[in-house]
């Protein structure tokens, strides 16, 4: 369906250029609107134009975004009601044109307005397709979004499909560490879950089963006598234990499996805890002691276990940091890096490079960059 040039109310009849898009529709527009908002189109309109195509008696200046885009962006810049796209990796594209052209304002309405409507990747192949718009713009704030967005999906090449081709090589290894570094927190969080005798865990100690019962020996009747060594030593309710070993060893894996919704781990909490609380014992069920406590403190349990993962998961990514270096080490200017984390990023920024000057290797090349760029940052900052 073809883009309608403007939306019906905005009168630009006293317009004085022409922007046209990339599937060639033209819009009317005034230079002091777009000036007033975008640093490049300043910059652009102070110095003399080159011959331009004339529609109208008006100069034409071409652009690479499409209609959706340009006519978007139309309705942020002009005080009229807001036409954000709908689908995430379209206003991926949005942001992107609102960075490029150096929109600071028009960028913080977008994503307002994102915000307000919680506009998101709701699938596994929208999350991969959002990280590769979002790194490939360089918008460093979505490339963390989706970065977290993509570790409930496995990152195959079946899940990544044609979207591999978007991915430049730098924020694939990008993606690649910080999964890395999710899953082993998430790790982490199944080990502090093991411990019995700190943290939450302690709650289940004096289960009759204790852990003695080795995976897989689940038939052992509860009414067995444990030895009084293991009596004095608390442990774990096999049931618990054997669910928190297998999600260590599935995420053990690899970095490339999905790691679970941190609310999926109730259900999974729920069919172990029923394995063992019904039944009989000779089916090596009906423990009343866990009963008890599920009864009294599972709920709460549940809600640490599910917090304690979402913490894991969501971790402040060090996706931005990892921008940084892609950008260093690519063909882009230090300055491109500047404005892409600049912004409020303001003073954690240079403190950031200042970090990681110091522990550079003395006269190493990666020391000379971030030098350079610390000065760019403090002078664009100035
Ligand atoms: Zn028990």
Not at 52 to 68: H, W, Y
Not at 100 to 114: G, H, L, T
Not at 142 to 154: G, H, V
Request: charged content about 20%.
């Amino acid at each position: 369906m073809a883009v309608p040039p403007l939306p019906e109310y905005l009168d630009t009849t006293d317009a004085d250029i022409i922007i046209q898009s990339s599937d060639l529709v033209n819009f009317r527009l005034h230079r002091l609107i777009l000036s007033s908002s975008s640093q490049f189109f300043r910059a652009m309109f102070s110095l003399p134009q080159p011959p331009n195509d004339i529609v109208d008696g008006l100069p034409v200046l071409p652009v690479s975004e499409d209609a959706e885009i340009v006519r978007a962006l139309i309705t942020v810049l002009y005080p009229i009601p807001s036409e954000i796209p709908v689908a995430y990796d379209r206003v991926l594209f949005l942001l992107a044109a609102s960075q490029k052209y150096d929109m600071p304002a028009v960028q913080f309405s977008i994503r307002a307005e994102v915000s307000h409507r919680k506009l998101a990747a709701r699938t596994g192949q929208e999350a991969f397709r959002a990280y590769a718009i979002a790194s490939r713009n360089r918008l460093s704030s979505e490339t963390s979004t989706a970065a977290r967005a993509t570790l409930n999906y496995p990152l195959t090449f079946e899940s990544l499909g044609s979207e591999l081709q978007n991915f430049e090589g730098w924020a694939l290894r990008d993606l690649v560490n910080f999964r890395k570094l999710r899953r082993d927190d998430v790790i982490s969080c199944f080990e502090s879950f093991l411990d019995v005798r700190a943290g939450p865990s302690k709650i289940w100690v004096g289960c009759p089963n204790g852990s003695t019962v080795e995976p897989g020996s689940r038939g052992k009747p509860i009414s067995t006598p444990q030895p009084a060594a293991d009596l004095s030593e608390p442990s774990l309710p096999p049931w618990l234990n054997r669910l928190f070993q297998s999600q260590m060893r599935e995420l053990g894996w690899g970095f490339t499996g999905a790691i679970m919704e941190p609310s999926n781990i109730r259900t999974e909490y729920l069919a172990a805890l029923q394995t063992h609380t019904t039944g009989n014992s000779v089916q090596g069920g009906g423990c009343e002691f866990c009963l008890r406590v599920h009864v009294r403190q599972g709920e709460e349990y549940c809600v640490k276990l599910e917090r304690s993962l979402a913490h894991a998961q969501d971790k402040a990514s060090t996706t931005s940091h990892l921008l940084f270096e892609g950008l260093l080490m690519s063909e882009h200017t230090p300055s491109a890096g500047v404005r892409t984390c600049g912004g409020h990023a303001g003073q954690s920024l240079v403190n950031m490079i200042q970090q990681v000057l110091s522990s550079c290797e003395p006269n190493s090349t990666y020391q000379s960059r971030y030098r350079r760029l610390a000065e760019l940052t403090l002078y664009s900052g100035s």
